[in-house]
């Protein structure tokens, strides 16, 4: 845990509330449709597929490959200044759907279409774990 950490921090809703407590378990769930088995990502109460609001949570393996990225130079909030630059990526996870945080530990020379990349969870305070990614090496 961070106590100094002063960046911005999600707010859980009802329906997002699973995805932050597996989280805070060091373990990633996906937001799944009961009645025809789509699985979804950002969470949200309605399937796109068949309009279900029945949900239920599945282990995800926290693991994809990059599909865009971009490096930010300028700091838009107080609390990423000092750590310009770093580099936001859009992932492709392997269940299916797209995600998007921060790469750590990476250069952006090394980054291209479909390199591997993994979930790193970063306890931002005691109550918030944020998945962070990570290329694997
Ligand atoms: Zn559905």
Same mark, same amino acid.
């Given at each position: 845990m961070n106590e100094a950490y002063a960046k911005p921090l999600p707010q859980p809703t009802i329906d997002s509330k699973p995805f932050w407590d597996g989280l805070k378990e060091h373990r990633m769930v996906l937001q799944k449709c009961a009645d025809c088995g789509r699985v979804r990502h950002y969470?949200?109460?309605?399937?796109?597929?068949?309009?279900?609001?029945e949900v239920e949570w599945a282990e995800a393996s926290g693991r994809g490959t990059v599909y865009s990225w971009t490096e930010t130079h300028?700091?838009? *909030?107080? $609390?990423?200044?000092?750590?310009?630059?770093y580099i936001l990526v859009t992932v492709d996870l392997d269940e299916g759907v797209r995600m998007q945080s921060q790469l750590i530990?990476?250069?952006?020379?090394?980054? *291209?279409? $479909?390199l591997p990349v993994e979930v790193v969870y970063m306890d931002a305070t005691d109550e918030v774990t944020l998945p962070l990614l990570r290329i694997v090496r």
């Open positions: 969470p949200r109460p309605v399937c796109d597929a068949c309009l279900s609001m300028h700091p838009f *909030h107080a $609390g990423f200044r000092g750590e310009t630059p530990d990476a250069s952006i020379d090394e980054l *291209h279409v $479909g």
